[in-house]
């Protein structure tokens, strides 16, 4: 079982709607969460990170995450053509030198 | 966000050669380096792990002898491909923290190599 899976999508929604992106991880005692934007050719740029069960907000993002089902999701309201891009989930492991693995990422397209 | 700067952004080189890729923390020190790479639409894999002053920890399955990392200062970090071949061409980035529980991580511009 990988440490962190996503959908590869490609997800594609209508420009205005909510974009729904999910992540599930493997080690039980994780922490910390993350999700980052990557454009094609650029590096992952940080969205937002999420610790606590429950929802966070933050402008048209919305994370959540449920430690109890080892889930986490963005949400995208009101999407934009700028969102086109890969969104990648990050789980920060406990252990060692705490490194952060990422999901596979999922491929999202807002079509105008 | 961090402020943090790669060079050279891109390369290509020819089969055998070394190439180094140079990450600088501009606005912060950072006691640890992460070093990923990320082939053609793949996710980001971390290579190894590198603190100030120490030798680097390489992850399952990265050669240690051919990724050479350095990281001599806060602020600076080197990775070195050395005798490269085109199954090394890929996206190299580097993340540095700047101080072990802290949990924001960012990345660096990247780095794209080709080898011919």
């Known amino acids: 079982q990988k440490e962190v899976e996503q959908n590869s999508g490609p997800l594609s929604v209508p420009e205005g709607a909510i974009a729904s992106l999910n992540c599930t991880y493997s080690?039980?005692?994780?922490?910390?969460f993350f999700w980052y934007r990557q454009y094609s050719g650029k590096s992952p740029e940080l969205i937002m990170s999420i610790y606590s069960n429950g929802d966070k907000e933050d402008g048209r993002f919305t994370a959540q995450l449920n430690k109890a089902s080892q889930y986490v999701s963005l949400l995208i309201r009101d999407s934009q053509p700028s969102d086109s891009a890969t969104y990648l989930c990050?789980?920060?492991?406990?252990?060692?030198?705490?490194?952060?693995?990422f999901g596979q990422g999922t491929r999202l397209t807002i079509n105008p | 966000g961090a402020v943090v700067s790669q060079h050279p952004s891109w390369v290509i080189c020819k089969s055998g050669t070394s190439v180094k890729i140079e990450c600088r923390s501009l606005d912060f020190q950072a006691t640890t380096m992460f070093w990923y790479r990320q082939f053609p639409k793949q996710s980001l894999m971390l290579m190894a792990t590198s603190n100030e002053g120490s030798k680097a920890t390489y992850e399952q399955g990265v050669e240690k002898d051919k990724f050479l990392i350095n990281h001599a200062s806060l602020t600076l970090s080197t990775l070195t491909v050395t005798s490269a071949h085109p199954e090394d061409s890929s996206f190299y980035i580097c993340s540095p923290r700047w101080r072990e529980g802290e949990d924001t991580q960012y990345f660096g511009p990247g780095t794209r190599l080709t080898v011919l």
């Open positions: 080690d039980r005692v994780s922490q910390s």
């Open positions: 990050a789980v920060r492991l406990i252990q060692g030198a705490q490194k952060l693995v």
